[in-house]
């Protein structure tokens, strides 16, 4: 009994230590203010697309958005590869929170585990609060290599989110406590936006993997993505579309296992030779629906999910695009 415990206990841990990598650098960590940055009072919400820019380690973007539907054009301007995913935090609950609540509670927990004693350490997490297990992801960008744009369509209901990323610095450090990671204030008022007109569609579920008809083909493209259902893989997080183009040098195992975060060399930059990440939609929620835009070039690319096993779950799909 008392061996199953600690596992349970050990499973919560992981799942939440992306989330405690979000809090603590909303409570502690500021984004380097470089003289080439975008300010951030620059950005504001209009009918068109919501700007995202990071030159750093940092989300440039908006405070606060209206719900409903909304375009975000990601600028990734920095020199590491990064993804955006929208928490949304429990209804009244805020990083102030965080703060008060569960900041104190990881951090003696992960002291008890870095000295050697894991057993206490899973069990301090028997005190964080039961709202903080209540956070939903809710969509994003897939990944994005350096010196790239994506553009991804999500609908937001209203609430309180964070913005974050959670891709791994070469020493094993993640962004979000490098400060990548933002607040933002979704209001009851609706855009009246609607959603883009697919050229493709794809579904995605634990059971069936990533599914699509048809050939696709290149130039300007528009992928929709049906969440048929939603679960919490062996890394701890949802699965989600990513998608990569794939140079001939391109190794497709070290790939399926660089997508684990959970593997020690997971999800770490730089990212694996011969890969270019184009975007894609982020983990979201049970039958949601999001939809990213790309422009093809031919050649060979393949859309993958970031878990682990992607090709035992159907989630690792290469096709090539014809001139």
């Known amino acids: 009994m008392k061996t199953f ?8 841990y992981l799942l939440l230590v992306l989330l405690y990598f979000l809090a603590i650098c909303l409570i502690g960590c500021k984004s380097d203010k470089s ?27 908006v405070d606060t958005l209206t719900s409903g539907w909304h375009t975000f054009k990601y600028q990734n301007m920095s020199n590491e590869t990064h993804f955006f995913l929208m928490d949304k935090y429990p209804e009244g609950k805020t990083i102030v929170d965080t703060k008060n609540e569960v ?16 057993e206490a350490g899973f069990a301090e997490f028997n005190k964080l609060p039961a709202w903080f297990f209540e956070v939903v992801f809710s969509g994003g960008s897939g990944l994005i290599s350096p010196k790239h744009t994506s553009e991804t369509t999500i609908e937001l209901q209203p609430g309180y989110y964070v913005m974050e990323c959670y891709v791994k610095m070469p020493n094993g450090k993640f962004h979000g406590s490098m400060g990548m990671a933002k607040a933002i204030f979704v209001s009851s008022e609706n855009s009246g936006n609607k959603p883009p007109v697919a050229t493709l569609d794809l579904t995605i579920s634990s059971t069936e993997g990533i599914q699509y008809e048809g050939v696709v083909s290149k130039g300007e493209q528009v992928f929709s993505v049906t969440f048929k259902d939603q679960i919490v893989h062996e890394n701890f997080v949802g699965h989600d579309v990513n998608l990569v183009k ?4 391109a190794n497709l195992e070290t790939l399926e296992n660089w997508m684990n975060w959970a593997d020690p060399k997971g999800l770490t930059t730089p990212a694996p030779d011969g890969v270019t990440f184009m975007g894609g939609v982020n983990d979201s929620p049970t039958g949601s629906v999001g939809y990213f835009k790309v422009s093809l070039e031919p050649g060979n690319y393949a859309f993958i999910s970031e878990v682990p096993f992607v090709s035992k779950k159907g989630m690792f799909k290469t096709f090539t695009v014809s001139p």
């Open 246 to 249: 794939l140079e001939d040098n």
């Open 103 to 118: 900041s104190h509670v990881f951090d003696k927990g992960m002291d008890l585990i870095n000295q050697g004693n894991a």
């Open 35 to 61: 003289k080439d940055s975008i300010k951030e009072e620059s950005f504001k919400e209009t009918s068109s697309t919501i700007e995202i820019v990071t030159n750093n380690m940092e989300f440039k973007t």
């Open 5 to 12: 415990k600690i596992k349970i206990q050990y499973s919560r």
